[in-house]
């Protein structure tokens, strides 16, 4: 007969590595799969084409970038505004309240304005790019790491804003000259 030797480790100290690594696995399944469906989605031939495309911008197309960057903020607006607490119960372990409830909708109709901006007053692409980087510092990225806010996060769903805005960002990047 076996002998199990009991882990000495604290079981909370456990429970939090079992779910790193689990967060861990799912952002590289989900890497993968993005991967893999930007690849069977590409013409073969996509890569050299955007390198000559004669409108003047890099590999992505600044309006088109525009135009996404748009609809995320969108959907963000929309939700704040018709669901403001399902967006924070779905991403945080903290309680809802009524002053977060009420500044949610607050702020839905600020990010329906930036969609109006981004929409209709052709931006520059770098601030499209800027306005995506520093959303990502402030919302996603903040909560991840704690810069500027101590705050409980939910995973897997909170892995989506901060694959998204790095997306974002890099998509901007690309769509720079």
């Not at 525009?66 to 929309?78: E, H, I, N, R, S």
């Not at 909560?143 to 409980?152: H, P, S, V, W, Y």
């Amino acid at each position: 007969a076996r002998v199990q030797k009991k882990d000495s480790r604290d079981p909370n100290e456990l429970n939090a590595h079992t779910q790193h690594l689990q967060q861990s696995k799912m952002a590289r399944i989900l890497l993968a799969l993005i991967a893999s469906a930007s690849a069977l989605t590409a013409p073969k031939n996509a890569a050299v084409k955007a390198l000559v495309v004669p409108r003047g911008g890099g590999l992505v197309d600044p309006e088109v970038y525009t135009k996404v960057t748009a609809g995320v903020y969108g959907l963000y607006a929309a939700q704040f505004l018709l669901t403001p607490e399902k967006l924070s119960n779905d991403h945080f372990d903290e309680k809802t309240t009524a002053l977060s409830t009420f500044l949610s909708r607050g702020s839905g109709l600020a990010w329906g304005a930036v969609v109006y901006g981004l929409w209709c007053l052709s931006p520059k692409i770098e601030a499209v790019v800027a306005l995506n980087a520093l959303c990502g510092l402030l919302y996603p990225w903040n909560a991840k790491f704690g810069l500027l806010t101590d705050i409980k996060v939910k995973y897997p769903m909170h892995y989506f804003p901060e694959v998204l805005f790095a997306g974002l960002v890099g998509a901007g990047i690309m769509a720079m000259n």
